[in-house]
């Protein structure tokens, strides 16, 4: 039973540069969202995906995007990076309707570095 | 969602029971208690969640006391591979009744297991 997958595991960019980052969900699971971890710093919640809509947000600039596919992937848009924005990049799915207290499981992450 | 307030740091010999302590005082009737840990570099792992009632699975025990203010995760026989940040976090629902995304991590208590 695979968990969940995000790739790459690591990225460089540069301030300016756009970049996507991919997640598959925990086979099963149907809700996708977000978390970006500073160095030494808990997960801050980015968004999360349910039936292709973005349901929740927490408090990150419209650079920050996202996108649910029908087979319940995802993938993190980030444009005009910025210094600040290097961090690693977690994935995390869950069951949706029905199910609202369904734990989180998360990946691995991407760790991104923009510089 | 309610705050969580744990210690930095504890230690635990090896074999032996470890006891992470967690207050929420401000916790609310629909809130779930949830315990994650990160060793460095991974994502997340999930350990237990629970409401009032105590919780056991193959990792880890959860003991939730009376008034919910407060809870315990034990790890019953501590190795070397449990050391990690380990975070207790106080879990909503949204109004749609759909998986609440957001996780609010605190510091977490980071959990030396010594041999």
């Known amino acids: 039973d695979a968990g969940v997958t995000q790739s790459p595991t690591h990225l460089i960019k540069t301030r300016g540069q756009q970049v996507t980052l991919r997640c598959s969900p925990k086979?099963?699971?149907?809700?996708v969202s977000w978390y970006q971890q500073a160095l030494g710093q808990g997960p801050q919640f980015i968004f999360q995906?349910?039936?292709?809509?973005?349901?929740q947000r927490g408090n990150f600039p419209d650079r920050f995007s996202g996108h649910q596919f029908p087979n319940y992937s995802s993938e993190l848009n980030v444009n005009a990076l910025l210094l600040g924005d290097s961090a690693l990049y977690l994935c995390?799915?869950?069951?949706?309707?029905?199910?609202?207290?369904?734990?989180?499981?998360f990946g691995n992450g991407t760790r991104l570095t923009v510089t | 969602d309610a705050k969580t307030t744990q210690p930095p740091s504890m230690d635990c010999a090896e074999g032996r029971a470890a006891n992470l302590p967690c207050n929420h005082s401000?916790?609310?009737?629909?809130?779930?208690v949830y315990w994650y840990r990160q060793i460095h570099s991974q994502g997340p792992q999930y350990i237990i969640h629970?409401?009032?009632n105590n919780e056991t699975n193959e990792m880890a025990s959860l003991i939730i006391t009376e008034d919910r203010k407060s809870s315990t995760l034990i790890l019953p026989h501590a190795t070397l591979r449990d050391t990690a940040v380990y975070y207790c976090?106080?879990?909503?629902?949204?109004?749609?009744?759909?998986?609440?995304?957001?996780?609010?991590f605190g510091q977490g208590t980071i959990l030396t297991v010594h041999p």
């Open positions: 995390a799915s869950s069951l949706g309707q029905g199910r609202p207290y369904s734990p989180l499981h």
């Open positions: 401000t916790i609310s009737g629909n809130e779930y």
């Open positions: 995906y349910y039936e292709e809509e973005e349901r």
């Open positions: 086979s099963g699971h149907d809700t």
């Open positions: 629970g409401l009032k």
């Open positions: 976090i106080v879990r909503g629902r949204n109004a749609g009744g759909t998986s609440y995304g957001k996780l609010t």
